[in-house]
C-alpha cells in the first residue's frame, strides 16, 4: 500500500494528521466500530478523567486492528468523538504518543458530542484501516 500525504496548508501536521493521504495499492480495508474505554466485558472504565479514557480507547482501537493482522501505520483514517472538547484537547497529546513514534499521520476529524453509548464515557474513536 502506498500512501501520499496532501496537505496544502502544512499547520494540521503540527497536531500529528495529514489533511487527507492517496492510498494506493490496498488490498483490504478494515472499517472499526467506534472504540471507547471499555474493559473486555463492555463496562467503562476511568470515570471522569479523560487522559485514562482516551488511553484505554486507544489500547481498545489497536486490540481491533491487531486482531485484523493490521497495526495503526495501516489506519486511514481517524474519526474522534469527545463529550468535553477543552478537556479531551489537554490531553490529545496521547494521540501523538502513539502515533508519533509510528510515522503516522492519518487524516482525523474532532467532533464534540453531548453523550456517548454509555453514561461516563467522554471519548470514542472510529477507525478506518487498509493494507
Known amino acids: 500500500m502506498k500512501r501520499t500525504p496532501v496537505n496544502p496548508w502544512p499547520w494540521s501536521l503540527n497536531f500529528g494528521f495529514n489533511q487527507a493521504e492517496i492510498i494506493e495499492g490496498a488490498s483490504r480495508q478494515l472499517v472499526c ?17 479523560m487522559r485514562s479514557q482516551m488511553a484505554l480507547a486507544l ?4 486490540a481491533v486492528v491487531n486482531a485484523a493482522d493490521m497495526d495503526l501505520t495501516n489506519i486511514t483514517r ?20 502513539r502515533f508519533g513514534p509510528l510515522g503516522a499521520t492519518p487524516p482525523m476529524t474532532l467532533i464534540g458530542a453531548t453523550q456517548l453509548a454509555f453514561p461516563g464515557l467522554m471519548i470514542e474513536i472510529e477507525a478506518i484501516a487498509a493494507d
Open 33 to 49: 466500530s467506534g472504540q471507547t474505554s471499555v474493559d473486555a466485558e463492555g463496562k467503562p472504565q476511568h470515570a471522569g478523567d
Open 59 to 62: 489500547d481498545n482501537l489497536e
Open 78 to 97: 481517524l474519526t474522534v468523538y469527545v463529550t468535553d472538547m477543552d478537556e479531551a484537547l489537554k490531553h490529545f497529546g496521547a494521540f501523538g504518543e
